[in-house]
């Protein structure tokens, strides 16, 4: 039913910019904040953007603030994050989350969708 679709990800050179994208389906899509996660083999899931439902406060993580910035919009069900700036260490696999409250912690997620890869070369 609820269903949160990633998109965007690819293979990108340092120094250079991408934007994901996330579909979401099946829920009230404003009523939610949002997040994006990133994780490797062998790591754990790390918080990198969330926002709130209004899109009035967002919350970096310090490894990608000034470089990433995440949007959203309600009309059309969708949540972005912008990537500029990228470095070989942000290569992973990006998450789009839904929560009931803008977070920084993986447990108050409750939606997710199925990631997509990003790659980063140096």
């Known amino acids: 039913q609820v269903q949160l679709v990633e998109s965007g990800g690819g293979l990108v050179q340092a120094g250079g910019s991408l934007r994901l994208s996330c579909a979401a389906s099946?829920?009230?899509?404003?009523?939610?904040?949002m997040g994006w996660f990133r994780q490797v083999p062998g790591k754990e899931r790390e918080f990198a953007a969330s926002?709130?439902?209004?899109?009035?406060?967002?919350y970096y993580a310090d490894s990608v603030k000034g470089r990433f910035t995440i949007s959203r919009d309600n009309a059309k069900n969708m949540a972005y994050l912008q990537m500029n700036s990228l470095k070989p260490e942000d290569t992973a696999v990006y998450y789009c989350?839904?929560?009931?409250?803008?977070?920084?912690?993986?447990?108050?997620?409750?939606?997710w969708g199925q990631g997509t890869q990003l790659t980063v070369s140096s």
């Open positions: 989350a839904a929560s009931l409250k803008i977070s920084t912690s993986t447990g108050d997620y409750v939606f």
């Open positions: 099946g829920l009230t899509f404003s009523r939610y904040a």
């Open positions: 926002i709130s439902w209004s899109s009035g406060s967002t």
